[in-house]
């Protein structure tokens, strides 16, 4: 591609949940005409949310699609230029980076911010679908509280799984944990308290098999000790239905210049947002393997402007 077609941008933001369209409103009010584009799901996670109560300012609740148009119409009003687009590669060798957006078009960037996320790692049943924002859910933290005194099911066998139920048996009056194996994987500590909780029941070596329920999960279809001898079909009556098996960062095009930890959670440098890469900034959960809320994803986008600003000022 010839120099002329390439367009120059100041700051180049990449993704749009929270964290990105924060970030946006912050750069945007800081005169870096910052450029965003949303990618493949515009408004991130948020939008498969139904609701939101738990963000500061919404006194009555909100939607996850209400609060990132929110969030969208905002970094538009002090001029962020929001586009449509997947950022499909990279080159962060050197200044000014090079991105290209659906494989054709060209852009040079003095800085970056990545905000692309973390996506929930599913069991891949068409139910999960079929009962989105009905029943199922990847945030206990986020949807628990309309769980309160129900009964649920959380699948998984990790620190997150662990971590989910006894924070659901807080709030719910059974909570059901669904473990492939016949053991926990999880650390010795998180066992130990999911054991000691008394409203807390294991059910080792069970697969789910699906979901059923009129107007929303009402039960879970399982599979106990699949393909051994004595293998059996058992329901469970639940509300709600949690995975915890884990998140996929969204950071594969960014590897090869961007350190990551082990899962591709991007590391970034102390209290900043910056990277291992000079004047690209991580924001959001594609940088946060803790977390993962709308709130600490906006504080991080705010934290990412700020970053830019006084590295460009620099």
Same mark, same amino acid.
């Given at each position: 591609?010839?120099?002329?077609t390439?367009?120059?941008?100041?700051?180049?933001?990449?993704?749009?949940?929270?964290a990105?369209?924060?970030?946006?409103?912050?750069?945007?009010?800081?005169?870096?005409?910052?450029?965003l584009?949303?990618?493949?799901q515009p408004?991130?996670?948020?939008?498969?949310t139904?609701?939101?109560?738990?963000?500061?300012?919404?006194?009555? =609740? %909100?939607?996850?699609?209400?609060?990132?148009d929110?969030?969208?119409? *905002?970094?538009?009003?002090? &001029?962020?230029?929001?586009?449509r &687009?997947?950022? %499909?590669?990279?080159?962060?060798?050197?200044?000014? $980076?090079?991105?290209v957006?659906?494989e054709?078009?060209?852009?040079?960037?003095?800085?970056?911010?990545?905000?692309?996320g973390?996506?929930?790692?599913?069991?891949?049943?068409?139910?999960?679908?079929?009962y @989105?924002? *009905?029943g199922?859910?990847?945030?206990?933290?986020?949807?628990? $509280? $309309?769980?309160?005194?129900?009964k649920?099911?959380?699948?998984?066998? =990790?620190d %997150?799984?662990?971590?989910?139920?006894?924070?659901? @048996?807080?709030?719910?009056?059974?909570?059901?944990?669904?473990?492939?194996?016949?053991f926990?994987?999880?650390?010795?500590?998180? *066992?130990?308290?999911?054991?000691?909780?008394?409203?807390?029941?294991?059910?080792?070596?069970?697969?789910?098999l699906?979901?059923?329920?009129e107007?929303?999960?009402?039960?879970?279809?399982?599979?106990?000790?699949?393909?051994?001898v004595?293998?059996?079909?058992?329901d469970?009556?639940?509300?709600?239905?949690?995975?915890?098996?884990?998140?996929?960062?969204?950071t594969?095009?960014?590897k090869?210049?961007?350190?990551t930890?082990?899962?591709?959670?991007?590391?970034?440098? =102390?209290?900043?947002?910056?990277?291992?890469?000079? &004047?690209?900034?991580?924001a959001g959960?594609?940088?946060?393997?803790?977390?993962?809320?709308?709130?600490?994803? @906006?504080?991080? &986008?705010?934290?990412?402007?700020?970053?830019?600003?006084?590295?460009?000022?620099?």
């Amino acid at each position: 591609m010839n120099k002329e077609t390439i367009e120059k941008v100041r700051c180049l933001i990449i993704g749009s949940g929270p964290a990105g369209y924060t970030a946006a409103i912050y750069a945007s009010r800081a005169n870096l005409a910052p450029v965003l584009y949303e990618g493949i799901q515009p408004g991130g996670q948020l939008t498969t949310t139904t609701e939101i109560d738990n963000f500061p300012g919404y006194v009555k =609740g %909100t939607t996850g699609n209400g609060m990132m148009d929110d969030l969208r119409n *905002q970094a538009l009003r002090f &001029g962020t230029e929001v586009r449509r &687009g997947v950022v %499909t590669k990279v080159d962060l060798s050197k200044r000014p $980076f090079k991105v290209v957006v659906d494989e054709e078009k060209t852009l040079e960037a003095e800085a970056i911010i990545i905000s692309t996320g973390a996506t929930a790692k599913y069991l891949g049943l068409p139910d999960e679908t079929k009962y @989105a924002g *009905q029943g199922v859910s990847a945030c206990a933290t986020c949807d628990g $509280f $309309f769980y309160r005194k129900k009964k649920v099911a959380v699948v998984g066998g =990790g620190d %997150t799984a662990c971590e989910e139920a006894t924070y659901l @048996a807080g709030l719910a009056s059974h909570v059901y944990l669904i473990v492939r194996k016949s053991f926990l994987r999880a650390s010795k500590v998180m *066992q130990a308290k999911v054991m000691k909780t008394e409203n807390i029941t294991v059910l080792f070596e069970h697969n789910t098999l699906g979901l059923y329920g009129e107007n929303g999960v009402e039960g879970v279809h399982l599979i106990k000790r699949k393909g051994e001898v004595d293998e059996e079909k058992v329901d469970i009556a639940v509300d709600g239905f949690f995975l915890a098996i884990g998140h996929t960062p969204n950071t594969s095009i960014f590897k090869p210049w961007v350190e990551t930890d082990k899962v591709g959670y991007i590391k970034t440098k =102390g209290h900043t947002t910056q990277t291992n890469v000079e &004047g690209v900034f991580a924001a959001g959960d594609v940088a946060d393997p803790h977390y993962r809320q709308a709130i600490t994803a @906006a504080g991080s &986008g705010c934290k990412a402007a700020i970053d830019v600003e006084r590295f460009l000022a620099e």
